[in-house]
């Protein structure tokens, strides 16, 4: 099946790309990472923005960040709410996925809120 560029995906695509953000969401580390390897983009977005990173912070899963990290994922970019990955598991008190992001280099002060102005609100560290 092929579509040109003005087209929209094909139901497969678009099934590939719902199995692929719930590898992220359900924390299959491993699975994800054949997929970006296999030229999934690893900054791949649900219909709300939320990038396979953000699905994978705000989830729980330290693996899953760390194994997008290693493959170029923008730890910065915010969703469609503007929030950010870091916000996301500060909010949820992800600390493993906190550690992951920070070591990464993910700004606390990017988003709304940002992580650090959930961090205070929560009474937790950052």
């Known amino acids: 099946m092929s579509t040109s560029p003005g087209d929209a995906p094909g139901e497969d695509l678009v099934e590939l790309a719902h199995q692929v953000l719930d590898l992220a969401r359900h924390g299959h580390a491993e699975r994800l990472a054949a997929y970006v390897d296999a030229g999934v983009p690893v900054d791949l977005t649900d219909a709300a923005g939320n990038t396979l990173l953000m699905l994978g912070a705000y ?7 760390a194994g997008l990290v290693e493959r170029g994922a923008d730890v910065d970019r915010l969703n469609d709410r503007g929030q950010s990955p870091l916000a996301g598991a500060v909010f949820k008190g992800e600390d493993d996925v906190v550690a992951v992001l920070v070591a990464a280099g993910a700004d606390p002060d990017h ?5 650090r102005a959930a961090a205070e609100m929560f009474g937790r560290a950052l």
Do not use: C, E, M, R
């Open 59 to 65: 989830h729980g899963h330290a693996a899953v960040v």
């Open 111 to 115: 988003g709304t809120p940002s992580a």
